[in-house]
């Protein structure tokens, strides 16, 4: 492997494949004091809603609401992060953070790197304490938690504001994140700084020998695990994390995880039904195969034990170091069927924590700099995935960086698939009573209709507590 490629591979490393597993967070009761405000927050609509509109009683609510943010910053200001970059991405961090203070000395932002062990529940205990830093970094659906203390900061009234609001926001920023913002009322609690997913993993050089390219469709995975298969001895295909996979099958084909709307469960519905079927089938012709023992694919890929799999982008760094010269690594965009595209999103996102005006629009503007154009676009090349910033992706660096990175050109090209799994408290539990459904349905530990019962009855305790 030449070395702008290993430059290359290593800058997937860093993503981190908790985004798509999200460690569990306790989905905390609303407090009396946030149940009190929600009250007044809905008897004050509820009063705004039946006077006419261009009355001063409403223009003085407009205003008060204007003025709820500072958009100036007076004097010095220390911003704190908690995050959980490490080695290379750390460094890089701590570059543009300098880079900031540069260019807004007023600011001085302080990066606190924190170990993944337990780091949800030092953020939980943080909230529950009001006492958390400055800004926050963690996946989508522990937010919502996070969001429930009322501990995080609408960033709409920044985003929106015409002093140091972000232009064009709605056109720039990949629309695949306003999934994301469902379930927080459509409010704009985090935001990622990079985009990634799930995409298909082949040994190029066997595809090439075989003359098959990677699948485009679900349907034309058989044929191709089929061969693969046929060709090694054993089964070629899988899933790295089956039931992430799973769901991205099931709501390509139009079926739903969770109906948000009614809090109901439609992980046991015909089209799910179907779906696991399908791999099932793969898995009795002997072309289809769970992780099992091995834990991930990526040595028995390397040894070629495997010739092809689906898994985060995040893992190329540790393939391409595992695979070396013994072949050439290819990758695709993850194959699509049904009526709407998608890819689930599984980056880590950031919030700006609930602590006072300046330190607040401090770290707005700290945010907003890591989403401008060139920075985002290094972004992308350091952590080889795609930039949230449609203005990054076109930036020459990152134009450059796919020529030479195939997983980034596999996540760029399915940059209009991209969606979030719903960002609900209970999620977790959710997730992993399917996780168990399936793994018992595909080893026949148990039939499909016990499983999916128990696991149903499992995540509906969970997203109604």
Not at 24 to 51: D, F, H, L, R, Y
């Amino acid at each position: 492997m030449s070395k702008l490629r290993r430059i290359a591979a290593l800058g997937l490393t860093a993503v981190l494949l908790g985004g798509c597993v999200p460690q569990k967070v306790a989905a905390p009761e609303k407090t009396e004091e946030i149940k009190a405000e929600e009250a007044k927050t809905e008897e004050s609509q509820a009063k705004n809603e039946g006077k006419n509109e261009g009355t001063n009683e409403t223009a003085a609510t407009e205003a008060e609401t204007a003025a709820a943010i500072a958009t100036e910053i007076t004097g010095p200001v220390e911003i704190t992060i908690w995050h959980q970059y490490s080695d290379q991405y750390e460094v890089w961090f701590q570059k543009v953070a300098d880079e900031f203070h540069a260019k807004n000395p007023d600011i001085t932002v302080k990066l606190q790197y924190q170990p993944a062990d337990q780091y949800e529940a030092k953020v939980m205990a943080a909230a529950k304490a009001d006492d958390l830093p400055s800004m926050v970094h963690s996946a989508a659906a522990n937010m919502t938690s996070y969001i429930n203390e009322g501990a995080l900061v609408n960033m709409d009234d920044y985003i929106y504001d015409s002093t140091v609001g972000y232009e064009n926001f709605d056109e720039d920023i990949n629309s695949g994140l306003n999934q994301m913002y469902v379930p927080w009322g459509n409010k704009r609690y985090a935001m990622p700084l990079f985009l990634g997913g799930n995409v298909f993993f082949y040994n190029k050089t066997m595809f090439e020998e075989l003359g098959i390219e990677p699948p485009k469709t679900w349907s034309e995975v058989e044929a191709v695990a089929t061969a693969v298969s046929d060709k090694i001895g054993k089964p070629g295909f899988g899933f790295q994390i089956m039931v992430d996979g799973y769901m991205e099958v099931l709501t390509q084909a139009g079926g739903e995880v969770i109906d948000l709307e009614n809090k109901t469960i439609g992980f046991d519905s015909e089209t799910a039904r179907e779906k696991i079927t399908w791999y099932k089938d793969l898995i009795n012709k002997k072309v289809a195969r769970l992780v099992g023992d091995d834990k991930h694919f990526t040595n028995p890929f390397a040894n070629g034990d495997v010739g092809c799999y689906v898994a985060l982008s995040g893992n190329y760094g540790y393939l391409a170091t595992a695979v070396g010269d013994k072949f050439e690594l290819g990758a695709a965009p993850l194959p699509q069927e049904g009526p709407k595209k998608f890819v689930s999103l599984s980056e880590p996102v950031f919030a700006i924590a609930k602590t006072n005006p300046e330190e607040e629009l401090a770290s707005w503007m700290f945010l907003k700099y890591l989403l401008s154009p060139e920075v985002n676009a290094e972004c992308g090349t350091v952590f080889g995935a795609l930039p949230a910033s449609t203005a990054a992706m076109n930036e020459s660096v990152y134009q450059d960086f796919l020529k030479v990175n195939p997983v980034a050109a596999a996540v760029y090209e399915q940059r209009d698939s991209y969606g979030y799994m719903p960002t609900i408290a209970g999620w977790y539990e959710l997730r992993t009573s399917l996780d168990k459904a399936l793994e018992e349905i595909m080893l026949d530990i148990s039939d499909m209709d016990t499983a999916l019962a128990e696991a149903k009855k499992s995540a509906e305790a969970a997203i109604r507590k």
